[in-house]
């Protein structure tokens, strides 16, 4: 199946690189104005200016005049751009926790909910009583309504299993989606998310059981591209980390990492030494940190969605950017702390309440999560060879519109693989 898309008012993100964008790099997203683009077989085969076919015949100058019988889409007056990458996400989960969200309402904090068995535990105990077909089918939901607002590519993240029966159930469940979706799914485990009740006075013990239990089985099935720990106050140490992060990479499981959600307690320099590949949520982070973030390797995924939920302060965007760190955004969809997928709304929060230009969010949201799930090369930006996850805006005026406009939905059309959602 051969497609020609003409009279595109922008086309966005058009790259041959597929480096990670630092500092003032990020406002930098290189655009067509009134282009052409072709997809062959679900890739991207070429695209360029509608000059370029105007001015001489076709087909000496293009690929684009040599195709007979193709399927052939007007964009007028459309923006077209990747499909977001979100790199942050607990999309695999057993229900929502809105009994929590009004609890927040009336004044209960993040930490008094957790401590008295909601938060990460609820779900926890919700989805050991959930069947793994169950789990399957709502988390199917969930990816067609993401991919529906535009998202083309997603890490999914165990984490509410806190058990070897429930995070093995729930990484099958993720390895199914990858099998059978057309998006390109990344999956992380998260075992380290909290500790169970019965492990509440045996930290040791649990650990115990993630490196000696759940480890040589997610290695052997090959259930997982990375691993994560929650490290916070309450929850595990910068070393209990290091621990849990050193057995799982002995089964070639790349850290990606909470950090400095609520408190920094060292999880940063861990996770340096760890050369984790992204560096999650740091909502709280002092100058010094910056200054270590800003010539670390990793990258910066800020999530300003659970932010915004949970009524915390947003991550110093510019003050990363301005130190030259690589950020990428994403959605960090889950029941309790985000319980939105829509990287649109991602992207107008990254804008209005981080002061991040369109253009950097747009970045960050696109090749830097592409980046931050080692998916550069085949999604994240316009480039010959790489999977055609495009999204069409319904016409527009200009880029900025798109983070302006955030109560309306901007999408018209969403192509996964060369063809519509």
Not at 66 to 77: F, L
Not at 80 to 104: I, M, N, Q, Y
Not at 123 to 136: G, I, V, Y
Not at 280 to 308: M, V, W, Y
Request: aromatic share 6%.
């Amino acid at each position: 199946m051969t497609t020609l898309i003409t009279n595109i008012k922008q086309l966005l993100g058009v790259t041959k690189s597929n480096k990670l964008l630092r500092g003032k790099e990020l406002a930098e997203l290189p655009a067509i104005e009134n282009a052409y683009l072709v997809i062959e077989d679900g890739v991207i085969a070429e695209f360029g200016s509608m000059s370029a076919i105007q001015k001489s015949p076709p087909a000496r100058n293009s690929r684009a005049g040599k195709i007979k019988n193709q399927r052939s889409i007007d964009a007028a007056g459309q923006f077209v751009l990747p499909c977001w990458c979100d790199s942050h996400t607990h999309l695999v989960f057993a229900s929502g926790r809105e009994e929590e969200f009004v609890d927040k309402i009336r004044g209960m904090s993040y930490a008094e909910i957790a401590a008295r068995g909601g938060g990460i535990l609820n779900s926890a105990r919700k989805l050991n009583d959930t069947s793994e077909d169950h789990l399957f089918n709502s988390a199917w939901e969930r990816l067609e309504e993401v991919s529906k607002l535009g998202t083309g590519a997603v890490e999914i993240k165990s984490g509410y299993g806190l058990s070897v029966e429930g995070e093995l159930k729930m990484l099958r469940v993720i390895k199914k989606l990858k099998e059978r979706s057309n998006l390109s799914i990344k999956s992380t485990f998260l075992g380290a998310h909290a500790y169970p009740s019965e492990y509440r006075d045996d930290h040791q013990g649990y650990i115990n059981c993630i490196v000696n239990q759940m480890l040589p089985v997610i290695g052997k099935e090959k259930l997982a591209d990375y691993i994560d720990v929650f490290c916070e106050s309450g929850f595990f140490s910068p070393q209990e980390m290091e621990t849990i992060c050193t057995a799982g990479m002995k089964y070639r499981l790349k850290p990606k990492l909470h950090v400095n959600q609520l408190n920094s307690i060292g999880g940063i320099e861990s996770g340096i030494k760890l050369n984790a590949l992204s560096f999650d949520h740091l909502e709280t982070l002092n100058d010094s940190e910056i200054a270590k973030l800003s010539t670390a390797k990793t990258i910066t995924t800020l999530l300003p969605t659970a932010a915004f939920f949970l009524r915390m302060p947003f991550p110093p965007a510019r003050k990363l950017i301005g130190a030259g760190c690589a950020v990428a955004l994403a959605s960090d969809y889950n029941p309790g702390s985000s319980p939105s997928g829509n990287m649109n709304l991602v992207v107008s929060m990254a804008c209005i309440r981080m002061r991040m230009l369109p253009g950097e969010a747009i970045n960050a949201a696109t090749m830097n999560g592409a980046c931050a799930m080692e998916l550069e090369n085949v999604v994240g930006s316009i480039a010959a060879g790489k999977k055609a996850n495009l999204t069409f805006t319904k016409p527009i005026p200009s880029l900025a519109y798109i983070p302006y406009s955030f109560g309306t939905n901007l999408i018209d059309k969403v192509m996964i693989n060369g063809e519509f959602v």
